[in-house]
């Protein structure tokens, strides 16, 4: 019988950690949310069931024809939820993660545990790709430690069982082998860590499109239907996370995040216009991975922030003011007709990227020296002023009668339009279940808004400033984003949900350009300023916490690398330089890495690693010295030391008992006697499993015989 037919003959039970390695390797793939629920109580019941009868299983578990019906079920299982539009790889989650329950129920006789691993192997791999969940990276730190030790075990009973003795194995399995496989796997991680860090990245996302559930918002694409921003404001999902890198963040009061513009009213949904013979976006000059400036790029009182931003549907990228210049890992950009920036690439995955914005504030008394006036576009043959910010439906009458009520007053622009939004937010009454407005198709929602009584969310009261606008001839087009926000007292960022989802009014000014104006009534919108909860807190700190894992490792590349290295640089050279200031504007390509308040990578990575190894090393030295003093009874050492100073010393490559023979051509046969004795008992003790030292009036007596022959 060959080695391999013997071993395919020895029904040895597996080791627990089988068990826990196969459960470690399953939830990886339940975290990510995308198995069904019956998937994953199967499972359970055959990783239950498995363990309870592994050292007596029953028949139908040794036979091949029902772990074939089951393995014909688990395949069509899988083949059912391609056919019905899942993804490759969740259909493979699927197959992958029914097929480990099988393999555990499998008692028949079995080479080696490759199978188990592999499989266990390739949920963990499929779960890398469809989650990016910071419960990740210590499911998976267990994982390698389980799956070392099931292969380690597995290996010391089949190597025993093949020589005949299967009991052999058990004294070996000690609780020192365990710790050296747990240190031999802890420096394994080390060691990918760096290389982590260290080693060029590329982000593949091979398997993540399409994965999770998609918070893709019906606000954020390039058509708004009125009443959608209400619906989204009733969930307290986290969208945006931001961090003010350069400049001051504004107050969550006066604190606006933009995403689209949209000039074009049917009088019920609102659109980017489209002009003949011109693409809707245009693709973004320059590379954004290494920087895309807009217009003249950035300014030295530019506001920068970095944001992690949510799924959201067209891929739209959020900003507080006019965008000067855009950095992130992206592929490409795309621009619209009113400035609205797209990630056409990514509009189901989150995503961060930093933005220079126009964070200026023109004051009442620079608007009332300027006009409102249409913004300039390109023509056939030149610039013209554009039309298409002034364009209305047919209103009733009424509607233009109130907008000139409210200005007529006033003759400068600014105090007309600062009119509209004072009425609307003084009279207007703010819900975000405003009540069917215009439902027999024959009157617009925002004339019902506008004549009928001020109810409703902020989409209507901002179309209605707009219509107001216009109907006095001043250009002016709706835009939506977020608005308020919280901040986060822990990572000290901004946490932005959809509940903050916000519509405003922009409107061009001849110097200014684009003015925000709000005629929301804040005081029903924003977020209250009561003290948080305990659970608030505890949200606070899991935020902080996923926020530093998604950019310090899921979203880590090669330019995180580059820009790593540049800190490392600039350290460096701050370290030796006595005035240790930096520069006072945040320059493109040279993002900091202060913020959220955790430890900073690579730095932290790096010392950390230093940390571990220079622990595992102490610990190591620990352990050989400490297994040198255990291993020298105190009779036995006491004997050494004696004949040391007599120059008898033992040898490091001299075994104990050769030693114990060389001693015979330089002492009395008497003193041999007792010093062999003392030998066979250290010898006992280290190799042998008994102690010496548990009969200390022996061990006293031979070390005072061997003294006193020696004197």
Same mark, same amino acid.
């Given at each position: ?14 080791? &627990? ?10 939830? =990886? ?32 578990? @040794? ?12 395949? #069509? ?19 992958? &993660? ?44 267990? +994982? ?92 307290? =999902? ?9 400049? =001051? ?29 011109? @693409? ?27 944001? *992690?931003?949510? $799924?959201?549907? #067209?891929? %739209? ?57 249409? $913004? ?16 209305? $439906?047919?209103?009733? $009458? ?15 622009? !600014? ?11 003084? %009279? ?15 009157? !617009?929602?925002?004339?019902? +808004? ?15 400033? *707009?219509?107001?606008?216009? !109907? ?20 000290? +960022? ?73 800190? *490392? ?43 571990? *190894? ?58 041999? #006697? ?16 008994? !102690? ?20």
């Amino acid at each position: 019988m060959t080695r391999l037919e013997f071993r395919g003959a020895v029904s040895i039970a597996r080791p &627990s950690s089988a068990w826990l390695m196969a459960l470690v390797a399953s939830a =990886t793939l339940w975290i990510t949310g995308q198995l069904a629920m019956w998937v994953m109580l199967i499972q359970l019941l055959a990783y239950g069931f498995s363990y309870y009868t592994r050292h007596d299983p029953p028949g139908w578990c @040794r036979s091949p024809i029902w772990l074939n019906v089951g393995m014909f079920g688990i395949s #069509a299982v899988t083949i059912s939820q391609a056919l019905h539009g899942s993804p490759a790889p969740l259909s493979l989650a699927y197959f992958a &993660s029914l097929s480990q329950g099988l393999q555990l129920m499998d008692a028949r006789p079995r080479k080696s545990e490759f199978l188990l691993v592999a499989l266990a192997l390739f949920q963990v791999i499929l779960a890398a790709n469809l989650t990016d969940s910071v419960f990740f990276p210590p499911m998976l730190v267990i +994982f390698l430690f389980s799956v070392t030790w099931t292969l380690m075990v597995h290996t010391l009973r089949t190597e025993a069982a093949e020589a005949g003795d299967a009991q052999a194995a058990g004294p070996a399995i000690s609780p020192s082998l365990l710790r050296t496989t747990l240190l031999a796997s802890g420096v394994s991680l080390v060691l990918a860590l760096l290389i982590f860090t260290v080693l060029p990245r590329m982000r593949t996302g091979m398997l993540r499109g399409h994965m999770g559930p998609s918070l893709a918002l019906a606000g954020f694409s390039d058509r708004v239907s009125l009443g959608t921003i209400g619906r989204i404001r009733r969930d307290d =999902t986290v969208v945006l996370r931001v961090e003010t890198l350069q400049g =001051t963040a504004p107050a969550p009061e006066t604190a606006y995040w933009r995403g689209l513009a949209f000039d074009r009213f049917d009088g019920r949904s609102w659109a980017v216009s489209q002009f003949p013979g011109r @693409r809707a976006r245009q693709r973004l000059n320059g590379s954004p991975r290494f920087g895309a400036n807009l217009g003249a790029g950035p300014t030295p009182d530019a506001l920068a922030q970095r944001i *992690v931003r949510e $799924p959201v549907r #067209a891929g %739209v990228l959020f900003g507080a003011g006019p965008v000067l210049r855009v950095e992130g890992p992206l592929d490409h950009l795309e621009l619209d007709a009113n400035g609205g920036i797209y990630f056409p690439a990514g509009p189901d995955e989150r995503i961060r990227y930093t933005l220079w914005t126009d964070a200026r504030n023109w004051g009442e008394s620079d608007l009332r020296r300027d006009r409102a006036i249409h $913004p300039l576009e390109p023509g056939p043959a030149s610039e013209r002023r554009s039309a298409r910010y002034l364009a209305l $439906p047919q209103f009733d $009458p009424a509607v233009a009668q109130l907008a000139r009520e409210i200005a007529g007053e006033f003759s400068r622009d !600014s105090d007309r339009l600062r009119a509209i939004e004072r009425y609307l937010r003084e %009279v207007g009454r703010y819900t975000d279940a405003p009540p069917d407005m215009g439902t027999d198709g024959e009157r !617009s929602p925002i004339e019902s +808004f506008l004549l009928d009584g001020l109810e409703g969310h902020c989409e209507y009261f901002a179309s209605a400033m *707009v219509v107001l606008a216009r !109907s006095l001839d001043m250009p002016a087009r709706l835009v939506n984003g977020f608005a308020g926000g919280r901040v986060n007292r822990i990572g000290r +960022f901004f946490e932005l949900t959809r509940s903050d989802a916000h519509a405003w009014v922009e409107v061009h000014y001849e110097q200014a350009g684009w003015v925000r104006y709000d005629p929301t009534p804040p005081d029903l919108r924003l977020r209250s300023s009561a003290a948080l909860s305990l659970g608030e807190r505890l949200s606070e700190i899991a935020s902080v916490i996923e926020l530093w894992w998604f950019q310090r490792v899921v979203d880590f590349d090669s330019s995180d690398q580059i820009l790593a290295l540049q800190s *490392v640089w600039h350290m460096i050279r701050s370290l030796r330089s006595s005035e240790g200031s930096g520069p006072a504007m945040l320059q493109p390509s040279d993002r900091t890495w202060s913020a959220p308040r955790l430890p900073n990578a690579p730095w932290a990575w790096l010392t950390t690693s230093g940390l571990v *190894v220079a622990l595992s090393a102490d610990l190591l030295r620990r352990r050989r010295s400490g297994r040198t003093r255990r291993a020298l009874p105190r009779a036995y050492a006491r004997a050494l030391r004696l004949l040391a100073r007599r120059g008898l010393r033992r040898g490091e490559s001299t075994t104990a008992r050769a030693f114990a023979r060389q001693l015979e051509k330089e002492l009395p046969d008497v003193a041999c #006697a007792c010093f062999s004795r003392i030998t066979e008992a250290y010898l006992a003790e280290r190799f042998g499993g008994q !102690s010496a030292d548990s009969r200390p009036l022996e061990s006293e007596r031979l070390f005072l015989d061997f003294r006193n022959q020696l004197a």
